[in-house]
């Protein structure tokens, strides 16, 4: 809903280059620098679905969203794959968490400030600045979508 909100722009975005920490980091197993190698590329694409307030959409925005990132395939959080060492454990997101607590305006106000209902402030690894971006609808859709995922301890997949 964002990028179709702002004007186009044409630049010419420039090279990536991969300097010595990071490099250093890859020779030594710490971070991988070829995500590309972890995605399963004979995996059929998220079919699209209409667009609105249903778990339906929840689930395609989570999906492309890249949830699962950080907090595992099951939604249950804990440790974070490929993260530095001191990376804090990912959220737990399924039923079984803080969040079964929380309604739908809870989750959008949350994910537009950056500060849970309880009052804590989300880690800096949340994108919550650009998830909060996203409509009411969108975020309320995810919501829905995570209130019907399975109930998983933290880390459980």
């Known amino acids: 809903a964002y990028v179709k909100s702002v004007p186009a722009v044409d630049n010419e975005p420039g090279s990536s280059d ?58 249950s959080g804990g440790p974070m794959t490929g993260a530095p060492p001191d990376a804090p454990p990912a959220a737990n997101l399924t039923p079984q968490s803080e969040l079964s607590g929380w309604t739908d305006a809870d989750f959008i106000e949350t994910m537009r400030t950056g500060v849970n209902p309880a009052g804590k402030q ?29 109930p998983k301890a933290t880390g459980e997949q």
């Open 18 to 75: 991969v300097q010595l920490l990071g490099r250093a980091l890859f020779i030594a197993g710490q971070i991988s620098a070829l995500p590309a190698e972890s995605i399963d590329h004979s995996a059929p694409a998220p079919a699209a679905v209409a667009p609105g307030a249903t778990p339906q959409h929840g689930k395609y925005l989570i999906t492309i969203g890249g949830c699962a990132d950080c907090h595992n395939t099951a939604l």
């Open 122 to 150: 989300l880690n800096s690894f949340m994108p919550y600045k650009y998830i909060g971006l996203l409509s009411d609808d969108e975020l309320r859709a995810m919501y829905l979508y995570l209130k019907t995922i399975p």
